[in-house]
């Protein structure tokens, strides 16, 4: 008899058990504050952005400079809400070293951007920079 209700009650707390949101998915699709889960997915390839530094930036001379476009949807109005993105880059604190380095700013100007719609940088292949940015509406 004890062995029928452990086992019924074993079966009992694993059908709740799978019922209940896991922690790890919910951390897995973790989306800022004030973001839809369609903001998150223009933006995915920011989930993972190395750190960062004002020294790496100030020593980028030369390199090519490629720009990657983030969640820009073309429509006017939906642009302005992807603020977010500017401070959950890896650049929040680093637009000023941005704007003082010569090779970036000159592949920012030559697509419409300036250093306060970069969103991340990271290296890439070759030697390269790869500059993440969206198109603010404040210019």
């Given at each position: 008899m004890l062995k029928v209700l452990s086992l019924a009650a074993l079966a009992g707390?694993?059908?709740?058990?799978?019922?209940?949101?896991?922690?790890?998915?919910?951390?897995?699709?973790?989306?800022?504050?004030?973001?839809?889960?369609?903001?998150?997915?223009?933006?995915?390839q920011l989930n993972y952005m190395?750190?960062?530094?004002?020294s790496l930036i100030e020593s980028i001379r030369g390199e090519p400079v490629y720009l990657v476009p983030v969640c820009e949807d073309?429509?006017?109005?939906?642009?302005?809400?992807y603020g977010w993105l500017f401070v959950?880059?890896?650049?929040?604190?680093?637009r000023l070293p941005i704007a003082r380095n010569r090779g970036l700013m000159t592949a920012l100007d030559a697509e419409g951007y300036d250093q306060n719609d970069v969103i991340s940088l990271r290296l890439g292949g070759d030697d390269s920079i790869v500059l993440y940015v969206?198109?603010?509406h404040m210019k």
């Open positions: 707390l694993t059908i709740a058990m799978s019922t209940m949101p896991s922690a790890a998915f919910k951390f897995n699709n973790f989306n800022p504050p004030g973001a839809s889960s369609t903001d998150g997915e223009c933006a995915y190395p750190r960062v530094t004002r073309g429509l006017t109005g939906n642009n302005e809400e959950a880059g890896n650049v929040d604190t680093l969206h198109q603010r």
